[in-house]
């Protein structure tokens, strides 16, 4: 029933900012996070929040650069990008989290996600 919808994606100078949204249908993914791939490569971690945007994880080669936030009002997350690299393009997908984490909850798996987003392209160019 969740629907998520990434936007934002583009192509970008080096050292240049972007933001990517995830739009939701509803309420109810209780963690969201921000995975990607790139061509040949596996797909990775990047971010992710926890329900009140209390808690946010970072995948360490973007802490510092890229900031995750949620607008509950607009039922959307956001993953703001600066200073990005040319090992920063690739296809970023938004995922959630329908039920309350429990303390065991891996919020760097993406096996514990099960909400997807069709993804959008981030390239950073030289």
């Known amino acids: 029933q969740v629907q998520l919808v990434e936007s934002g994606g583009g192509l970008v100078q080096v050292g240049g900012s972007l933001r990517l949204s995830c739009a939701a249908s509803?309420?109810?993914?209780?963690?969201m996070g921000w995975f990607r791939q790139a061509p040949g490569k596996e797909r990775e971690f990047v971010a992710a929040?926890?329900?009140?945007?209390?808690?946010?994880y970072y995948k360490d080669s973007v802490k510092g650069r890229f900031t995750i936030s949620r607008d509950h009002a607009k039922n959307t997350v956001y993953l703001q990008m600066n200073s990005l690299k040319p090992e920063d393009t690739a296809i970023y997908y938004c995922?959630?989290?329908?039920?309350?984490?429990?303390?065991?909850?891996?919020?760097?798996?993406?096996?514990?996600?099960?909400?997807w987003g069709q993804g959008t392209q981030v390239t950073v160019s030289s």
């Open positions: 995922a959630g989290y329908s039920r309350i984490p429990t303390i065991s909850y891996d919020y760097e798996g993406g096996d514990e996600y099960d909400y």
């Open positions: 929040i926890s329900w009140t945007g209390g808690s946010t």
């Open positions: 509803g309420r109810s993914s209780y963690v």
